[in-house]
C-alpha cells in the first residue's frame, strides 16, 4: 500500500523556502544590508574586471598628460598621460584585495587565539598580556616599522595589518566565550562528557561566529585605509602597482591644476570603506538577537 502525503504535508514542503531565498530575504528586508551589499557588488566587479573594462593602467603619453575628464578620459589623466580610469580600476583590485585577506586572516587567527584564551584560563593569561601590548602600539605605525624592516610589497603590507588587528579578534571571541561559559547547557555538556576540543566545536565555535563576521568586516574596512594610508606614505605597495593610496601621493603635486587626480580615487576608497560598513551595520542588527527582536 502507497502511503498518499496529506495537503498539510504537501503545503508545508511547498512552503520550505530555498537557499536563495533564505539568502535573499534577510538583506531585502534590512535596507542597510542592501545598500551596502549592492554597492559593493558594483564595486567588486568593477574590480575583477578592470583589465576589460579599461586600458593599460601603466601606459604613459605626455601628450595626454594631465588633461581632464572627458568622452575619452573618463576620470582624466595624471602628469605621466596614464588613464586615471583605469588606475582607479586597477588600485579597486589592491584595496579589496588587502581588506579581504587581512579580514580572512584576522578572523581565523584571532578566533583560535580568543576560544583557547577564554577556555583556558592559564593560557589567558600570558596571550592576552601579548595582545594588549601589540593593541598599545598604533595600527599605521606598527605597520610602517615591519614594512620599512624589509622590501615593501603587497605580502608585507597584508602582514603588517594583520598583526595588529588580531588582538582585537581576540578580545572579541574570548568576551563571547567566557560569557557562554557560564550557560547552563555549557555546563549540562561538561557534566555529560564533552570536553576539550569537541566542547569547543560543538558548542562554543557556532555561537562565536555571529560576533566575529561583523568584527571581520570593520577590519577589512580598517585594512583598506590603513593600506591607502602606507601607500600615500610611499611604504605601501610598489609605485609600479596602482594603489587608491600612491595616486591620491603622486597627483597631490598638481592639486590645484588637476583636482580629479585625488578626488576620484579618494570618492572611491570612501564608497568602498561605506558599503562595507553598512554590510557591518546590517548584519550586526541582523545577527543580534536583542537589537533583531526589537526591529
Known amino acids: 500500500m502507497v502511503a498518499v502525503p496529506s495537503d498539510a504535508a504537501l503545503d508545508?514542503?511547498?512552503?520550505?523556502?530555498?537557499?536563495?531565498?533564505r539568502i535573499w530575504t534577510p538583506i531585502r528586508r534590512n535596507p542597510t544590508i542592501?545598500?551596502?551589499?549592492?554597492?559593493?557588488?558594483?564595486l567588486v566587479s568593477l574590480a575583477?574586471?578592470?583589465?576589460?573594462?579599461?586600458?593599460?593602467?601603466?601606459?604613459?603619453?605626455?601628450?595626454n598628460r594631465l588633461r581632464p575628464p572627458s568622452e575619452k578620459f573618463w576620470f582624466g589623466t595624471?602628469?605621466?598621460?596614464?588613464?586615471?580610469?583605469?588606475?582607479?580600476?586597477?588600485?579597486?583590485?589592491?584595496?579589496?584585495?588587502?581588506?579581504i585577506t587581512v579580514a580572512a586572516i584576522s578572523a581565523v587567527l584571532g578566533l583560535a587565539l580568543g576560544i583557547l584564551c577564554g577556555y583556558f584560563r592559564r593560557l589567558d593569561a600570558v596571550v592576552m598580556r601579548v595582545m594588549d601590548g601589540i593593541m598599545a602600539i598604533p595600527s599605521i605605525l606598527l605597520a610602517i616599522a615591519l614594512i620599512?624592516?624589509?622590501?615593501?610589497?603587497?605580502?608585507?603590507?597584508?602582514v603588517a595589518i594583520v598583526i595588529p588587528e588580531v588582538p582585537r579578534v581576540v578580545r572579541v571571541v574570548r568576551a563571547v566565550v567566557l560569557s557562554i561559559r557560564a550557560q547552563p547547557y555549557i555546563e549540562s555538556a561538561i557534566a555529560g562528557g564533552?570536553?576539550?576540543?569537541?566542547l569547543m566545536v560543538r558548542h562554543i565555535l557556532p555561537n562565536t561566529l555571529a560576533p566575529l563576521i561583523v568584527q571581520a568586516t570593520y577590519i577589512c574596512a580598517?585594512?583598506?585605509l590603513i593600506e591607502a594610508g602606507l601607500s600615500f606614505l610611499g611604504a605601501g605597495v610598489p609605485l609600479e602597482i596602482p594603489s587608491w593610496g600612491n595616486?591620491?601621493?603622486?597627483?597631490?603635486?598638481f592639486f590645484l591644476r588637476a583636482p580629479w587626480c585625488i578626488f576620484i580615487p579618494g570618492a572611491f576608497l570612501a564608497l568602498t570603506v561605506l558599503a562595507v560598513n553598512l554590510l557591518g551595520d546590517g548584519l550586526r542588527d541582523r545577527l543580534d538577537p536583542r537589537l533583531a527582536r526589537r526591529m
Open 247 to 253: 595616486i591620491i601621493a603622486q597627483g597631490r603635486s
Open 222 to 224: 580598517a585594512a583598506m
Open 194 to 198: 564533552t570536553r576539550g576540543l569537541k
Open 148 to 158: 620599512t624592516l624589509t622590501r615593501p610589497g603587497l605580502f608585507i603590507v597584508v
Open 12 to 21: 508545508a514542503t511547498n512552503d520550505t523556502p530555498s537557499l536563495a531565498q
Open 48 to 63: 575583477v574586471f578592470a583589465p576589460w573594462l579599461s586600458v593599460d593602467p601603466l601606459k604613459q603619453n605626455t601628450i
Open 78 to 99: 595624471d602628469q605621466f598621460g596614464r588613464d586615471n580610469f583605469a588606475r582607479t580600476l586597477h588600485g579597486a583590485r589592491v584595496s579589496l584585495v588587502v581588506g
Open 34 to 42: 542592501f545598500a551596502g551589499a549592492v554597492l559593493l557588488t558594483i
